[in-house]
């Protein structure tokens, strides 16, 4: 199984856009990417406006090698619907657009599936189902929360099983903090591990202490239980720069364990650049 993440916080852009390659299809997971439209009081850099060209022209490369996408909800760092093309006489794995949804979202989805109709090869909705295609196994977890709360609406965690590999990728979990996010990982005993990490830029103002100490603690227990190899932490988790103080407890497990606590910068062989955390600094140096 080849793994390569497209798109990341890490890499200067909000997404989690990965690309999958498996003895019998190729998988791009998310296939979108988006820029925080305000942080510091200041809006995007032309740093982060630049990579998020660079990105999104990324996510076209790695589409044409795709044979099937998969899209956990409807953010859009995580779709773009203006892009739909990308999807042509494809297969289109959906977060039901319908049933475990925010308005928000709902009226997302409906729009992004108005624009899908009579474009992709096949739509399915995925949620807790589970696809064969040869020796490639694709399991949906049913709905969790994207967060700790119903707030922001659900997503679907994803877990690809092949020659003997499984990776989990979680979506929005923003820890996790909570059981029904963490179970399914317990239960998929994943050999690779991408993570939507603690939500601590916000953290005393949408994120609370207790939600932390939650998702340290789970981790912790994910690998202590599963032992991944790897270990990835981004998305929500880099947009602060003092990410690694809270994740320090998690990187100890690791090492005591064997796994790998990356970035997906990381993962990809590339040094981080955390362009949105780093944006009052990109001003202050034009």
């Known amino acids: 199984m080849e793994i390569y993440p497209v798109a990341f916080d890490s890499l200067g852009t909000r997404s989690m856009c990965t690309w999958v390659e498996t003895e019998d299809m190729s998988i791009l997971i998310d296939p979108g990417v988006a820029l925080g439209p305000r942080r510091y009081g200041l809006p995007p850099h032309k740093s982060e406006l630049e990579r998020l060209e660079e990105h999104i022209q990324e996510i076209r490369k790695f589409a044409i090698e795709s044979d099937v996408f998969i899209i956990t909800h409807y953010h859009y760092d995580h779709h773009i619907p203006e892009m739909v093309d990308i999807f042509k006489d494809r297969d289109v794995l959906i977060k039901h657009p319908a049933e475990k949804i925010n308005k928000s979202q709902r009226v997302r989805a409906a729009f992004f599936l108005e624009r899908l109709k009579n474009l992709a090869d096949h739509v399915k909705y995925a949620d807790g189902e589970e696809i064969r295609c040869g020796k490639t196994t694709i399991r949906f977890s049913d709905p969790v929360y994207h ?86 932490l981004d998305h929500h988790l880099v ?42 600094e990109l001003y202050d140096k034009s």
Not at 249 to 271: D, F, S, Y
């Open 147 to 232: 967060g700790t709360n119903p707030k922001l609406g659900y997503v679907i965690e994803i877990s690809i099983t092949s020659q003997g590999e499984t990776l989990v990728f979680t979506s929005d979990v923003e820890g996790p903090s909570l059981k029904p996010q963490v179970n399914f990982i317990l239960q998929e005993k994943p050999d690779y591990l991408i993570v939507d990490g603690p939500m601590t830029y916000m953290l005393g103002y949408r994120y609370s202490s207790t939600s932390l100490e939650a998702s340290v603690q789970n981790l912790i227990e994910i690998i202590n239980t599963t032992a991944p190899s790897v270990m990835v």
């Open 239 to 280: 947009r602060d720069l003092g990410f690694e103080k809270h994740i320090f407890p998690i990187r100890t497990a690791g090492e005591e364990q064997g796994v790998r606590v990356l970035t997906a910068a990381e993962l990809a062989g590339k040094k981080p650049d955390f362009l949105e955390a780093r944006r009052k």
